[in-house]
């Protein structure tokens, strides 16, 4: 009797013993899946790295491209993939449930500046490698404040425009020196930006593009100078888009937004594979038009196809974008009266001609192939062609107050047509002094722009009350302009080459300690023919600017960079570097002195880039002192050329406060001071046109999960700026302001969709100091939008 009651006892005993371990087998999870080449065939050997929960694990691909991590607890894990002359590849956002196995094939691409594969997270990490390095170096290891922005985080903010985007990164301001309020222009740290697409300039910001986030998977911001990277480069630094490139796998969606002001905008991509083995496509599509803020009606027609080819090789990629895009331009703004802009008058009152525009038609095709020549040896080749044809009708920007009067007013008439070649070839060699790891980026580039512009002026009437304007042109056939701007001719012809010859080394010293070394000899020819002869137009000396003369200048310029990183700790390194770049001054807004110098500058700059907690906190800072010469600016129209030093300090922090409740915040503190204004000696040790001494942004976002596929997220944040004087002499200025948004999103397996408020509190502010007055910021304004998405996006 007690062996059985003993038996009884230890029965249940014995079950619950063994059903423990097998409850602990069935609640573990499996990461599994191949790695391929870019023409499909198994890769072996590959490095691959998963981390997340628990200890790092680490394992090799087999023969047949394999690798698996059985075993897993539930939960969100980082995989990284590594392979000799290939890119590296970074996802950090697999998921796999309790008892899930997740089958995740990789194919990596080529080592190259164009193909880098990063699969991110809403939190960037250091890990990641921007296209702007260009020898595949990570953003930990490189000595540049360098931003990534995602398309997670600009269409969880509603972004539609490049302007909407570039308040995620530090320093980077929108307005400029001087704008018309038809195109995008950027200063990074109070200096000139420049925008490149694909690592493609679009050449001079003063008439520039402006930029939507069609088709655009992230874009990259480096401040200071590109330096040996990108030839004539502006010291304030690159902003880069970089599109979606084809894939294999299929994919399609659609996007519809709509909001305030007359907004409606629809998107479209589809991508995939064709018959022939290796050959995908993509292609994006945007139709958007808005009535806008102060009725000024814009809108913006694309459409990107691109073709992508893969061997075990070669990596092949051909795009075209074409483009028609329709502004209205208003330099005038709200102009200022005792210094700031009038404030007794209704926010959309204007005092621009009525019937002005800023209209353009862009067609651009590039081809960028990536060849791996020997397992030391990549050579990327990469070749541009961009067509823009530019009418502009637009106020001057400048003027004055006399009484109750707006004098001085200005039509200007502008047609510019642009075409820009550009070739480079850019062989990357790896190899080894001793255990020191080198990647070595060599490199030509050729460029050959010409412009050919048909500019004049027409005076205009006063405007009698600037507190109840009446504008009195009503056509432009009642205007007389300086020059027949309808002439068959144009007034000049502008043509440049640029040739460089570039290196930068990417040195490995050891694993905590980078050095990075480059420099890069440029030659350039410029030339001004005049076809017509101006009044006032001269070199200065007496000389004038007229036909049949022709005026051309040679400049061999040097630009060098130099930097360092040392990781004192694990996740945080510390940088310095010093970079020295040139600009040449070629555009239709500079030619009333004839061609001038380049512009030069060179910046300090000192900081540390820091990830903890797996990637939950990362924090960068940075110190800088940037001084530039012989900057070209327009004042009321008027060329002028200074110099500039800006000093300051900059820092951007990104927190997963919890696993749903996320923040982005980033500040700026600098001091801008022209330090020689030959054209005005009374305006040295002022501060600059357009740079304000504070810029602070912050975004944070909280997600509610109701399933694994099923999220509703709050979000919302600020926009602080402090004032910024429109003129050298330091009198006119625009006020400080702050704006907040608020965005709820929701996401399903194939539809996510937002509603937005943007200018909360409706604050009267402006975005941009120009000679006649300050451009006003949107009033309040509401959008909604549904995206739909079925199979692969990239």
């Not at 371990?21 to 023409?39: F, K, N």
């Not at 073709?307 to 329709?326: H, I, K, P």
């Not at 700026?668 to 040295?684: E, F, I, K, R, W």
Request: charge should be negative; aromatic fraction near 10%.
């Amino acid at each position: 009797m007690r062996s059985s009651t003993r038996f009884k006892r230890l029965v249940p005993i014995a079950f619950l013993a063994l059903r423990a371990p097998l409850a602990a087998v069935a609640q573990t999870a499996e990461i599994r899946g191949s790695v391929l080449d870019p023409s499909g065939a198994a890769l072996a050997g590959a490095h691959i790295t998963l981390t997340g929960h628990g200890p790092e694990k680490t394992v090799s691909s087999d023969a047949s491209g394999s690798y698996d991590f059985p075993s897993l607890p539930a939960g969100t894990y980082t995989l990284t993939i590594e392979s000799p002359n290939f890119s590296r590849y970074e996802n950090s956002s697999l998921h796999v449930s309790a008892t899930g196995i997740l089958d995740w094939p990789v194919h990596l691409t080529l080592q190259s500046a164009s193909f880098s594969v990063a699969v991110q997270s809403d939190t960037d990490a250091l890990q990641q490698i921007p296209t702007v390095g260009k020898t595949g170096t990570m953003l930990e290891d490189m000595p540049q404040s360098i931003s990534v922005i995602t398309s997670r985080l600009s269409e969880s903010q509603g972004d539609l425009v490049l302007a909407d985007t570039v308040r995620n990164a530090p320093g980077v301001i929108q307005g400029g020196t001087d704008g018309f309020g038809f195109a995008d222009r950027f200063q990074i740290r109070g200096l000139e930006a420049r925008i490149y697409n694909d690592g493609f300039s679009d050449g001079d910001e003063r008439n520039g593009i402006p930029h939507s986030l069609n088709g655009v998977e992230r874009v990259e911001i480096l401040e200071g100078p590109g330096s040996s990277l990108f030839g004539s480069g502006p010291p304030g630094g690159t902003i880069n888009l970089v599109h979606y490139t084809p894939s294999p796998r299929f994919g399609t969606g659609l996007q519809f937004q709509t909001g305030s002001f007359g907004l409606y905008s629809g998107s479209a991509y589809l991508t995939g594979s064709t018959p022939i083995h290796g050959l995908d496509y993509r292609i994006d599509t945007l139709l958007q038009h808005k009535d806008g803020y102060r009725a000024l009606p814009g809108g913006d027609y694309e459409l990107r196809p691109t073709l992508g080819y893969t061997t075990s090789r070669n990596v092949l990629l051909l795009a075209a974008d074409g483009r028609e895009l329709q502004a209205v331009p208003d330099p005038a703004g709200l102009i200022y009266l005792n210094h700031t802009p009038i404030s007794v008058v209704p926010r959309d009152t204007k005092y621009s001609t009525p019937f002005s525009f800023g209209n353009q038609a862009i067609g651009r095709f590039t081809a960028s192939d990536v060849w791996q020549a020997a397992p030391f040896l990549t050579v990327n080749n990469r070749f541009s062609y961009m067509y823009r044809n530019l009418s502009i009708l637009r106020n001057g920007d400048g003027g004055g107050v006399v009484g109750t009067a707006l004098t001085g007013r200005q039509l200007r008439n502008q047609h510019d047509v642009v075409n820009d070649f550009d070739y480079e070839a850019e062989p990357i060699f790896t190899f080894h002094t001793g255990r020191i790891r080198h990647t070595l980026l060599t490199g030509v580039e050729i460029q050959h722009q010409s412009i050919a512009d048909n500019r004049a002026t027409a005076s205009l009437q006063n405007i009698a009350n600037i507190f109840a304007p009446v504008i009195p042109e009503t056509s432009r056939a009642s205007l007389v302009f300086l020059r027949d701007a309808t002439h068959s001719g144009f007034l000049d012809d502008l043509r440049a080459t640029y040739e460089g010859l570039y290196a930068t080394d990417q040195i490995d010293l050891t694993s905590r300690w980078k050095l990075r070394v480059g420099g890069r000899e440029d030659f350039w020819q410029t030339t001004l023919a005049p076809q017509i002869f101006v009044p006032g137009r001269s070199l200065g000396n007496g000389v004038l600017i007229e036909p049949p003369s022709t005026f051309s200048r040679n400049d061999t310029p040097f630009s060098w960079n130099v930097g360092t990183v040392y990781r004192v700790l694990p996740g945080v390194n510390a940088f310095f570097g010093v970079a020295h770049s040139n600009l040449v001054n070629f555009n239709s807004e500079a030619t009333q002195n004839g061609v001038q110098a380049p512009e030069t500058g060179t910046q300090y700059e000192a900081g540390i880039k820091a990830a903890a907690l797996n990637d939950r906190i990362l924090i960068t800072a940075a110190a800088f002192h940037v001084k530039r010469d012989n900057v070209f600016s327009l004042v009321s129209d008027i060329p002028v050329f200074n110099d500039q030093l800006t000093q300051g300090g900059e820092g951007s922090v990104e927190l997963s406060l919890t696993h749903h409740w996320k923040l982005n915040a980033n500040g700026t503190g600098m001091h801008a001071a022209l330090t020689n204004n030959p054209s005005s000696p009374a305006a040295t040790g002022r501060r600059p046109q357009g740079v304000p001494n504070r810029i602070v942004n912050l975004w944070t976002t909280y997600d509610i999960p109701f399933s694994h596929q099923q999220t509703l997220s709050f979000s919302g944040g600020f926009t602080n700026r402090s004032s910024m004087f429109a003129d050298l002499l330091n009198t006119n200025s625009i006020p400080s302001y702050t704006t907040a948004d608020l965005v709820a999103n929701f996401k399903t397996h194939k539809l996510t969709g937002a509603f937005g408020v943007r200018n909360l509190a409706d604050t009267r502010y402006f975005t941009a100091a120009n000679g006649a007055g300050g451009f006003v910021g949107d009033a309040r304004s509401y959008f909604g939008k549904l995206n739909w998405q079925f199979g692969n996006r990239n």
